[in-house]
């Protein structure tokens, strides 16, 4: 896939304001993200990208403290998943503070606010009455839900997927990475999704698919694959915040009227997720 087959979007430049604008060049690039489940976007100025990309890089020493951060039952901690080559160091919001430095806490915040603009911008398109939008997200759209802060790498030394192919089970997530190896599932055949460099990556998950099921903007949640890396590869390191709902909490849909169509448990949907994931390994 060519870079210029995937949409490219910008934040307006107040950071501060709950109500930052998500644009793309032309409507129908709007579409296609929608429709695809993901796209670029060019990445705020106010993030220092450089320093946090070095954090995430000194945990492949063997000797970096932070691979001793205890596991938190199976989503958070020092993980090195089962047939993948990824491991990764994964910490939901309430944590940042206690192990994260100062300064990678207050990127995950302000991953938080572009999240917060991206889904906000899904709802108004789905056309989901405002006073809505907080009962649909379990809190998110207002700064509240809940969010992991992952820093991975990729470990050459087994022969596995880089990342099985899946979709991810929240709202939204933000992906930044150098190098190439993740694809994207089109017309039944995966694609390459290039590194553009000055971008983010942002793709759609489950649990935004399922918000926006009865609305005016269905949104798609993308099928995606890391390639298996290899010891002659640019070792992969990335930067991937999820935003999700409260994982004890409920999700709700909506129509464009106002009137519920639908709901779950957060934990009933992600665990038929979690069992089609499994049935297709």
């Known amino acids: 896939m ?9 934040l307006s430049d107040d950071s501060a304001s709950p ?12 579409e296609v993200a929608w429709d695809l489940g993901l796209f670029y976007l060019k990445t705020p100025d106010e993030l220092d990208l450089e320093s946090v990309r070095q954090f995430g890089k000194e945990l492949i020493a063997p000797d970096c403290p932070y691979r001793q951060v205890p596991q938190y039952g199976e989503l958070e901690g020092f993980i090195t998943l ?12 309430e944590r940042w503070g206690q192990h994260y430095p100062a300064n990678i806490a207050a990127f995950g915040r ?7 603009a991206i889904i906000r911008e899904v709802f108004h398109q789905s056309g989901i009455p405002e006073a809505l939008w907080d009962r649909a997200s379990e809190g998110y759209a207002s700064g509240g839900g809940d969010a992991f802060l992952n820093f991975v790498h990729y470990d050459t030394r087994t022969p596995d997927w880089g990342l099985r192919p899946h979709t991810d089970y929240g709202f939204v997530t933000i992906l930044d990475t150098s ?4 694809q994207i599932e089109m017309n039944g055949e995966f694609q390459d999704v290039p590194v553009l460099p000055g971008h983010l990556i942002i793709n759609f998950g489950e649990a935004l698919n399922f918000i926006t099921a009865h609305s005016d903007r269905l949104v798609s949640a ?6 298996s890396q290899q010891s002659s590869d ?8 999820f935003a999700n709902p409260d994982l004890d909490g409920m999700l709700w849909q909506f129509n464009a009227a106002g009137e519920e169509q639908g709901n779950s448990k957060v934990q009933d949907l992600f665990a038929q997720l979690e069992s089609r994931l499994t049935e297709t390994r």
């Open 110 to 116: 302000q991953l938080d606010t572009i999240g917060v």
């Open 222 to 227: 993308v099928t995606h694959r890391v390639v």
């Open 19 to 30: 109500d930052r604008q998500l644009s793309f060049l032309t409507p129908e690039d709007f």
């Open 234 to 241: 640019p070792v992969r390191h990335g930067i991937v915040y």
């Open 82 to 93: 089962e047939n993948n080559q990824q491991t990764k160091l994964a910490l939901r919001r």
């Open 2 to 10: 060519r870079n210029s087959q995937i949409p490219v979007a910008t």
């Open 179 to 182: 190098a190439p190896g993740l």
